[in-house]
């Protein structure tokens, strides 16, 4: 069974730092294309990270430069360094596992910056 598990997420002031974590069990984040995703209130869920098998990352327009995805394959882990948080940044972040015929996801972490 494939799960996806998100945590880190909270409540901080703008201008400041959180890291997501994804523990993922049941596929390899290695051999996945990892993302994450987020849906702010009223909106739809955007992408806003990817790491693909050979580790090549893209990023959301709005992120670059403040948020670093990366992996750790030997906890089988997916991380999301969100720093410089800005009160638009607020939203439900999910992660995303996708394999050749199936993708996965996390029941997602609530992240709220105020201004």
């Known amino acids: 069974q494939v799960q996806l598990v998100e945590s880190g997420g909270g409540l901080v002031q703008a201008g400041e730092s959180l890291r997501l974590s994804c523990a993922v069990s049941?596929?390899?984040?290695?051999?996945?294309?990892m993302a994450w995703y987020r849906r702010a209130p009223g909106k739809q869920r955007e992408l806003v990270a990817q790491?693909?098998?050979?580790?090549?990352?893209t990023y959301a327009d709005s992120v670059k430069g403040r948020f670093t995805i990366s992996r750790e394959d030997a906890k089988n882990t997916v991380y999301l360094r969100m720093n410089r948080l800005k009160p638009e940044d607020t939203a439900v972040y999910y992660c995303?596992?996708?394999?050749?015929?199936?993708?996965?996801w996390g029941q997602g972490t609530q992240v709220t910056v105020s201004s």
């Open positions: 790491i693909t098998r050979l580790g090549d990352t």
């Open positions: 995303k596992a996708s394999q050749l015929y199936d993708y996965y």
């Open positions: 049941g596929i390899s984040v290695s051999g996945s294309v």
